[in-house]
């Protein structure tokens, strides 16, 4: 299997890679637990954030908005003291704020919609043939992370908001080598 090559050698970054990454996600609790993750990733590798995954979901109340929207000092202060995650104030303290955000968005409607609005509600096939041709920002990302700032979520600049579209199937960045770019293609018509 000739596999972006972004997926190294590791084996986590494999399953991953030929599991996880471009395949359409709808859940709205999955796409609040990924934009986060993707914000902790911000300056690091992801494969730093995917080996700590799980210790995030420990951490974080398996990412559920309501309980971490309540977190106090002492809950912020116990996340600091935690090895098993990227121990970051700013980070923690705007997964808080992005919990509350998303619960604000979630009582007019649903995640899942606003995020996939911005690919009208379909994924982006794209056919690049290498990595140079995979664009960090697009102007798709950048509108997302404009408007997440506006309702008042942090750590979703454009990069981060285009790693989370890739990632979470808005767009098949799977290069078309990678025998997952047709199977992810497939995956994207079947949900229409």
Same mark, same amino acid.
């Given at each position: ?154 750590? =979703?600049?454009?990069?981060? =908001? ?15 080598? =990678? ?14």
């Amino acid at each position: 299997m000739e596999r972006c090559p972004w997926a190294g050698d590791d084996p986590i970054y494999h399953h991953y890679h030929d599991t996880e990454w471009g395949v359409p996600q709808y859940d709205d609790r999955a796409l609040f637990e990924k934009i986060v993750l993707e914000g902790f990733q911000s300056g690091l590798s992801w494969i730093t954030i995917l080996r700590k995954r799980d210790n995030f979901r420990a951490a974080f109340d398996g990412f559920q908005p309501a309980k971490i929207a309540a977190y106090d000092d002492a809950k912020q202060a116990s996340l600091m003291a935690d090895a098993g995650i990227v121990r970051n104030r700013a980070k923690i303290a705007a997964t808080i704020d992005n919990a509350r955000a998303w619960l604000a968005v979630m009582e007019r409607g649903s995640f899942s919609e606003l995020v996939w609005g911005f690919v009208d509600g379909r994924p982006v096939q794209t056919n690049r043939v290498a990595m140079s041709d995979v664009p960090g920002v697009t102007p798709a990302s950048s509108a997302m992370a404009k408007e997440l700032k506006r309702l008042g979520f942090r750590f =979703c600049g454009p990069t981060t =908001c285009y790693a989370f579209m890739q990632s979470m199937g808005l767009v098949n960045d799977h290069l078309v080598s =990678c025998p997952r770019h047709a199977e992810v293609a497939a995956l994207g018509e079947a949900e229409r």
